[in-house]
């Protein structure tokens, strides 16, 4: 579990970059058995205050995430449980939060969300997963299918399974109109084709639930 904090307000974008420029320099300081602890905590408080007021200005909570993405990434791709939960329990409360805000962040946090996703252990590629879908369900962005149509030929089984139920949480979520548009309908189309051939058959079930989601919402693109 990510380390508690106490309970703190953020009423005022004066806190709020206060606050930031606390986390920012705590989280300059390189991981290592000593410092672990002060990176999870100072994560866990952006967390908190985004939870407590500051996602009345979720601009400003998108250019705070924008400018620790490198400490983030490594955080939420450390081998340290309690770290790299609460990385991903950080992005799972801003993509809540501040919704469409985090739009622009994802080309920065969606790819390592998606690294932990080939992880050997449950435990994190079960957070990222989660994660991964909360952003899709928050956002309702389209650009996530690109990087789920190419994580569907990755080597690793867990990585496109979870592509794979990513883009149904996307036919699941998105509104009909922006699937519609030709570069989303061919993202989709080779999800379908990968998880169509793929060896494991959980991959196989899930690609026939993209395909009877896509029947419906693109009708025009099926092959007669």
Known sequence: MPPRQQFVQCDSLRTLECELDSIRDKLAIPESEDTWDTLAKSVTRFTTLIQNGAANFPNEVATGLRSIARPLNSAILSERSRLSGAGIDLLKAAAEWIGKAFDGLIPLYLPTLLTLCSRSNKVFISRAKACVINIIEATQAPIILSYLAEASKDKSLSL???????CLACLNSFNPPDLEKEVRGRDVE??????????SADIRKVGKRIFEAYKILLPHRVDT
Do not use: N, Y
Request: glycine share 6%; charged share 25%; aromatic share 0%.
């Open 160 to 166: 496109r399974l979870s592509a794979a139920e990513g």
């Open 190 to 199: 080779t999800l379908i084709k990968s998880t169509a051939t793929d060896p």
